[in-house]
Each structure stands twice: as structure tokens, then as C-alpha cells.
């Protein structure tokens, strides 16, 4: 069983799957979003490569949403993510979130510096998106237990924070959560640069 629980705001609705840190879409509607969570089966699996194997999704529950949810981007824990992670699904977990972040390390390194831009000539280029990741990852670093100062290097962040979760420091959010909102996040723009690349 793939576990999915759906997070409702009155614009967008995201379907999230717990065990599988990243793997979260949204769209209009219920049943919309988890076709959406579907369609990007292969899209993940092309991530985590072998170590993605889902089993047939089902809806554990759902919470509701806020602006934030509304605005485009999973914004709230839920009960499930109060289950404790032992050590083995803890290592998993974090050896996913490293697949993502040397994904998107390639994706970036492989795109061109500008990037097409949206239907309204908006968006952010390369080295925007970049940099936005990176200091949203150092916001969410608290979330985790860790304290990153700015300025500090991208891999030292990312060591600092894979560090917090193995000590199980206690953080503003439950660790399942702040796994798979970081991981969906850094997934999310490695996609984006991938679709506006030229």
C-alpha cells in the first residue's frame, strides 16, 4: 500500500504520498490531484531510480489546506507524520532526499542559463532558481533542528541539516514533514528548470 492523504485549500489540492519524500502534485479536485500524483509516477522513479516501488495508492485521510496550499505549495504536518521514524526508515528517507538534491544538482548543471519564460514573461532564471532553493532550504533547516548561517556553502547546508535529522534534534516540525516538504520542494524547481529549459 502507497500511503496518500490529501491536502484540500479552497484553490488546489494536493495529493502527497508520506513514505515516498517528494512524490506530491497538485491539481483541482480530489481526484485530480491524484491522477496528477500518477501521471508523475515515472517522472519520480527516474529520481530514485530502482529504489521506487509503489504499490497501489490509498487515501489515508485528508487535512485542510490555507493560503500557503492555495498560493502552490503543501503546507501542513498532519497526524501521520507524528509516527516515530525508526533508524532504517529514517536512513531511507534521507538517502532519498540526497538522490533529489544530486538531481537537481544535474538538472541545473545541464540547463541553460536563461529559461523560457511563462505565459506572462514570468519566472525566474537558472541561477534564481538556484539560489531561491538554497535559501529556502536554510529556512526550513530550523524546521529540522538545525541552525545554518547564511552565507554558509550549499553542501555544508545540506550536511548540517542530513546531520540534525540523525541526531533527532528537536525541531519546529515533525521529521517525517520536514522531509517531504523539503524533498517536494527541491523536486518541484528541479522540474521546473527540466520544462523551461530550451
Request: aromatic share 10%.
Amino acid at each position: 500500500m502507497t500511503r496518500v492523504y490529501l491536502e484540500c485549500g479552497q484553490k488546489w489540492t494536493f495529493a502527497c504520498a508520506l513514505d515516498w519524500p517528494g512524490w506530491c502534485r497538485r491539481a483541482k479536485g480530489d481526484e485530480a490531484a491524484v491522477e496528477e500524483l500518477l501521471m508523475y509516477a515515472d517522472r519520480y522513479a527516474a529520481v530514485l531510480g530502482e529504489g521506487f516501488a509503489p504499490a497501489e495508492p490509498t487515501i489515508v485521510g485528508r487535512v485542510t489546506g490555507n493560503a500557503t496550499t492555495d498560493f502552490g505549495a503543501p503546507a501542513v504536518p498532519t497526524e501521520w507524520d507524528l509516527e516515530t521514524l525508526d533508524d532504517s526508515e529514517l536512513e531511507r528517507q534521507l538517502g532519498q532526499l540526497a538522490q533529489i538534491w544530486s538531481y537537481l544538482d544535474t538538472v541545473v548543471a545541464n540547463a541553460p542559463t536563461s529559461l523560457r519564460k511563462g505565459p506572462r514573461g514570468g519566472g525566474r532564471d537558472r541561477d534564481d532558481v538556484r539560489r531561491h532553493v538554497i535559501e529556502a532550504e536554510r529556512s526550513y533547516a530550523p524546521k529540522a533542528g538545525a541552525r545554518v548561517p547564511p552565507r554558509t556553502p550549499w553542501e555544508k547546508q545540506r550536511a548540517m541539516i542530513t546531520e540534525a535529522f540523525g541526531r533527532r534534534e528537536d525541531g519546529q516540525w515533525p521529521a517525517r514533514y520536514v522531509l517531504r516538504r523539503m524533498a517536494w520542494h527541491v523536486l518541484d524547481h528541479a522540474w521546473e528548470i527540466e520544462d523551461r529549459s530550451d
